[in-house]
């Protein structure tokens, strides 16, 4: 496909060159935007690219990991590696339930390798995303349930943006809007009126919780 390109990603595991198909930016055509800010696209799909998996040691992973410590570069090589999938389809076109196998075991590396809260969470989100792309609601909705358990305990542990991986007021939009897609409209409520409460969430945010709220009232 034309809007396909290779980009070289390094490992976080053996720091080798991987290259693996994406979208050419310029090239993504948004069709339509969910209220959570799912982006729904004409031609190739861009969430569909962004897991990877290395040719040299199997590891998969997602751009946004961090450096792996000595231990877990030791389990790694002990005891997980050898028993990863070689997936062929990880360096070609994917189609949607390939790329939902490839982030089930990106989530299982992270999880492994200790990747931030964040970051779990929003490998949880995309799976979600995804089933809800092909119409599975209830593997939705068990995606979004297990990226609120995430981002809860985050919010619940939170210290600065830096060391959480995601500012305050985007984690409370984000536990909002998962709750809307598993439709308990009362904790939903909840959290959408911890943002509207806040004093530190700025108006842009407000604002956007407000239409996101709005629109959540109107499905039933
Ligand atoms: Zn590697």
């Known amino acids: 496909?034309?809007?396909?390109?290779?980009?070289?990603?390094?490992?976080?595991?053996?720091?080798?060159?991987?290259?693996?198909?994406?979208?050419?930016?310029?090239?993504?055509?948004?069709?339509?935007?969910?209220?959570?800010?799912?982006?729904?696209?004409?031609?190739?799909?861009?969430?569909?690219?962004?897991?990877?998996?290395?040719?040299?040691?199997?590891f998969f992973f997602h751009e946004s990991f961090g450096k792996l410590s000595p231990d877990v570069r030791v389990m790694l090589q002990e005891h997980i590696l050898s028993t990863l999938p070689v997936?062929?389809?990880?360096?070609?076109?994917?189609?949607?339930?390939?790329?939902?196998?490839?982030?089930?075991?990106?989530?299982?590396?992270?999880?492994?390798?200790?990747?931030?809260?964040?970051?779990?969470?929003?490998?949880?989100?995309?799976?979600?995303?995804?089933?809800?792309?092909?119409?599975?609601?209830?593997?939705?909705?068990?995606?979004?349930?297990?990226?609120?358990?995430k981002y809860v305990s985050l919010y619940e542990n939170y210290t600065s943006t830096q060391k959480s991986g995601i500012p305050e007021e985007v984690l409370l939009l984000r536990i909002a809007d998962l709750y809307a897609v598993t439709q308990d409209k009362e904790q939903a409520r909840l959290w959408y009126g911890r943002l509207f409460h806040s004093q530190e969430a700025t108006d842009k945010i407000k604002k956007e919780a407000r239409s996101h709220w709005e629109w959540v009232q109107e499905q039933d």
Not at 22 to 44: E, N, P, Q
Not at 88 to 115: D, G, M, W
Not at 129 to 142: A, C, D, V, Y
């Open 1 to 58: 496909m034309p809007d396909l390109y290779f980009k070289k990603c390094t490992c976080p595991y053996c720091l080798k060159i991987t290259e693996t198909k994406r979208v050419l930016s310029r090239h993504a055509r948004v069709a339509s935007t969910d209220f959570d800010g799912f982006i729904r696209y004409k031609g190739s799909n861009v969430y569909l690219y962004e897991p990877v998996q290395c040719i040299h040691c199997r």
């Open 87 to 149: 997936l062929p389809f990880a360096s070609t076109e994917r189609t949607i339930e390939q790329a939902i196998q490839l982030y089930k075991l990106c989530l299982y590396t992270a999880q492994l390798t200790e990747q931030k809260a964040a970051i779990q969470a929003m490998l949880g989100v995309r799976l979600s995303w995804l089933h809800r792309l092909i119409g599975q609601s209830e593997e939705e909705k068990l995606w979004a349930s297990r990226a609120i358990e």
